[in-house]
């Protein structure tokens, strides 16, 4: 098993900024992609920004590309979104996943290891 624990939401205005953190524990090596999904009230949950955690390859949604950043550290087996110029369309839960990824696709599919998420809420 791999436990996901999320940290770092908040509430911010609009053009702010946070940074989750994801710490993964457990049988880690059991995934090879990390990656941070997202799912507003009566909205599909949708994928944000992935890594390969072996060769640091990133995807990112087209909605945030430009203005978040995940990025890892790999001493203490954590995972960042840097999260920029934000807007109030980014109010949403957002939860870490880690999974197998045979192409870095934003596939909920890929993903067996699922945080219990932090809330995002940005206002205008």
């Known amino acids: 098993q791999v436990q996901l624990v999320e940290s770092g939401g908040g509430s911010v205005q609009a053009g702010g900024s946070l940074r989750l953190s994801c710490a993964a524990s457990?049988?880690?090596?059991?995934?090879?992609?990390m990656g941070w999904f997202r799912q507003a009230p009566g909205k599909e949950r949708e994928g944000v920004a992935v890594?390969?955690?072996?060769?640091?390859?990133?995807n990112y949604a087209d909605s945030v590309k430009g203005r978040f950043t995940i990025s890892q550290d790999n001493t203490k087996n954590t995972v960042y979104l840097q999260m920029n110029s934000l807007k109030p369309e980014d109010t949403a839960m957002y939860y870490c996943?880690?999974?197998?990824?045979?192409?870095?696709?934003?596939?909920?599919?890929?993903?067996?290891?699922w945080g219990q998420g932090t809330q995002v809420t940005v206002s205008s």
């Open positions: 996943a880690a999974g197998v990824c045979l192409r870095l696709g934003m596939d909920r599919a890929d993903f067996g290891y």
């Open positions: 457990g049988h880690t090596y059991r995934s090879n992609c």
């Open positions: 890594m390969s955690t072996g060769g640091g390859r990133t």
